[in-house]
C-alpha cells in the first residue's frame, strides 16, 4: 500500500455568504462565490503549498461548490503534477434549499443548545450527516492507497466542518472531543504528516473553544 506522505486539507477561501448571510436567500449555497479577499487568501495559501508539494505528484479531491473550486485554481498548482477528482462527499453541511435567514438564525440557537453534532437543520443535514459521508469517502481514499503509484500527497478543498470531521473520523476522536473544536478559519491549511513508526499526526490542532463535555470514559 503507497499510503501518501502528506494529507493537506484546505478550508475554501471566504465566500460572499460569509460576509452576508441574507445572500442564501437569493443564490443557492453551491453557487456562492469568493469574495475579493477569499481570492486573495486562497492565492496566499497556493504560494505555501506550492512550496510544500515542490515537483511531487498529488491526488487532488474538491468539494463541488463554486467556491472551492475558485479556491483550487487560485492554487495555481502545476497542471502535469496533479490529478483532480470532484468530490460530493466533501461538501459544505446542507441547510436546506432556499434558506430564510431569521430561520436560519434561529435553528442555529437551536443547534447551539442541542449540539453542533446531532441537530439536523430542517429540511438538511445534522454534523452526524456528514460524518457518515466522510467516513464513506475515507473508505474509498484508504482503497485508493492500494495503487502502487499513488501520488505522495492528497489534497482537500472543502469546508470547515468537513475538515474537523474528516479528522475526528480518522483520529477517532469522541463527539464531546469534536463539539469543543472551532472550525479553522478561510484558507486555512491542516496536514497529516505519516511518520516513520507509520501513523498520522496532525500538524496543529483545531482550536478549542471548551473543554470537552463527555458523558463516560471514551471522552
Known sequence: MARPRRIVLVRHGESTGNIDDTVYERE???ALALTERGLRQAEETGKRLRELFGRERVSVY???YRRTHETLRAFRLEPELIRIREEPRLREQDWGNWQDCDDV???KAYRDAYGHFFYR??????GADVYDR???????LFRSFEAPDHP?????????LAMRLFC????HWTVAEFESLSNPGNGEMRMLVLGEDGKYTLDRPFARWRDPE???ITG
Open 28 to 30: 443557492p449555497d453551491h
Open 121 to 126: 437543520f430542517a429540511q438538511g443535514e445534522s
Open 134 to 140: 466522510v467516513g464513506g469517502f475515507l473508505e474509498s
Open 105 to 107: 438564525r434561529l435553528q
Open 152 to 160: 505522495p500527497n492528497v489534497l482537500l478543498v472543502t469546508h470547515g
Open 62 to 64: 474538491v468539494s463541488p
Open 214 to 216: 463527555p458523558y463516560g
Open 168 to 171: 475526528m473520523r480518522w483520529f
